[in-house]
Every structure is written in structure tokens, then in C-alpha cells.
């Protein structure tokens, strides 16, 4: 699944009429990127949420048969944030574990490393950027995601949930962190530590020095 809902907020005037996938860097939009990966990794099903500007997002890239993916959408009208644009889509997602990645993130990790969790889910850290340097989370010397580590990570945008993780929420606006934090109470959340090149696209700024990394590359 990528996550494609947001508002963009921060990156207005950019988004007022682009949605934020839509973006371009390094010639082609930031879901591209996803698809053409996710695609030469092996993942070949994928449901994409959609809410601001999302007619324009399938009018982009239809039903994926030009990626070589089969692209199914969920339209939630209203962003309805991480947690609760998963639940939603669970009826496409199915019963196994699958993959999630924010739209709004540029990485070259290599995706076919994810597997399916041995709890319920199974996270990316990555080093604390400039613009979030207390982290979200912890990595202990087992590989289990801890909350209340003193040294933390970022959360990538990259995950593998098992889809019980969200089934007793209520369908509606729900956030990813708590439910992740109340599975880690229950050593039910693993993760890794990636070292490579990771951009949170969070600002018309940071979107130009992506473009400017992909170019020069």
C-alpha cells in the first residue's frame, strides 16, 4: 500500500492544485519512484489511498498495467491519517501481511528485503534528520522496536503489518503511533536500522535538494 491521502499542507503553494505524489523529482513524480521499485522488487498488488486532489493521482497512473502493477484505489474523500486509511483499505489488502510506504518519502532501500513480521508488524528506522532530531523510536540489541529507548530513530515511512494490527479499530480517523506503541508493550513490533539515502519530502526545500541529488546522480 502507499499512503497518498495527505493535504500537503506544508508544501503550498506547491499543492494547491498538484497533489504531493504528483510532485516531481529527478524527472519523474515521487509515486513513480514507489511503483517503478515496488515493482522490481516483486510487489505487483497495490492499493493506494487517495483523498486531496486524488481524481488526479488515478488519472496519473490509471490502473498500473503501464508499471507493470495492478493498482487498486481507495478513496477516502477526507484524510482519515495512517492508521485509519489502512483500516479502510483492508477489504483490498486481504488477510497476509503486506507492505506500506508514504507517498512522501524518497529512499533507495532496497524493498525486497521486507518480509512478513513475527509479530505484527515490523518498522525502517533511519537517523534522525535536521528537522526531527529526538526521533520516534528505539531499536534494541534484538531488534525489537522499544518506545521508551533512550537513543531513537526516525520512522521511515516503511513498514509490514499484519492486518490484525488495525482490525478492532473503527472505521475512521485513526494514527499509526499509538497502536504501534501499544504493540510494543507486547514485543509485537521488530525493525532495522537503514543507513542509506532516505529524504522526508516535507517541504518545497527539501523537494528541490531531492530533485537536485537525483539529478546530480
Given at each position: 500500500?502507499i499512503?497518498?491521502a495527505g ?14 505524489p504528483l ?13 517503478e521499485?515496488?515493482?522490481r522488487?516483486?510487489?505487483c ?6 483523498a ?11 490502473d ?12 477516502e474523500?477526507?484524510p482519515?491519517?495512517t492508521?485509519g ?9 486481504g488477510e497476509?501481511?503486506?507492505?506500506v510506504i508514504?507517498?512522501d ?28 532530531p529526538?526521533?520516534?523510536f528505539?531499536?534494541?540489541s534484538s ?7 533512550a537513543?531513537?530513530?526516525?520512522f ?5 503489518y499484519?492486518p490484525e494490527?488495525?482490525q ?11 497502536l504501534?506503541r501499544a504493540?510494543?508493550q507486547?514485543d ?10 532516505w529524504?522526508d519530502?516535507?517541504t518545497?526545500?527539501r523537494?528541490?535538494?531531492l530533485?537536485?541529488?537525483l539529478r546530480?546522480?
Amino acid at each position: 500500500m502507499i499512503l497518498a491521502a495527505g493535504l500537503g499542507t506544508r508544501m503550498r503553494p506547491l499543492t494547491d492544485h498538484t497533489p504531493k505524489p504528483l510532485l516531481l523529482a529527478g524527472g519523474k513524480s515521487l509515486i513513480e519512484w514507489h511503483i517503478e521499485r515496488l515493482q522490481r522488487a516483486g510487489f505487483c498488488e497495490l492499493v493506494i489511498n487517495t483523498a486531496w486532489l486524488g481524481e488526479k493521482i488515478e488519472a496519473a497512473l490509471g490502473d498500473g498495467s503501464r508499471y507493470g502493477v495492478a493498482i487498486q484505489w481507495s478513496r477516502e474523500g477526507t484524510p482519515l491519517e495512517t492508521a485509519g486509511g489502512i483500516r479502510r483499505a483492508l477489504p483490498l489488502l486481504g488477510e497476509a501481511p503486506f507492505a506500506v510506504i508514504n507517498a512522501d518519502i524518497w529512499t533507495d532501500f532496497d524493498l525486497a528485503r521486507l518480509s512478513a513480521p513475527q509479530g505484527l508488524a515490523h518498522l525502517v528506522l533511519v537517523n534522525n534528520p535536521e528537522h526531527h532530531p529526538n526521533g520516534d523510536f528505539g531499536l534494541d540489541s534484538s531488534g525489537l522496536v522499544r518506545d521508551n529507548s533512550a537513543a531513537k530513530l526516525t520512522f521511515s515511512g516503511i513498514g509490514v503489518y499484519r492486518p490484525e494490527l488495525f482490525q478492532a479499530l473503527a472505521d475512521g480517523e485513526a494514527k499509526l503511533a499509538p497502536l504501534l506503541r501499544a504493540a510494543m508493550q507486547h514485543d509485537a513490533v521488530s525493525g532495522e536500522h537503514f543507513t542509506g539515502a532516505w529524504w522526508d519530502i516535507g517541504t518545497p526545500e527539501r523537494l528541490q535538494q531531492l530533485d537536485a541529488f537525483l539529478r546530480s546522480n
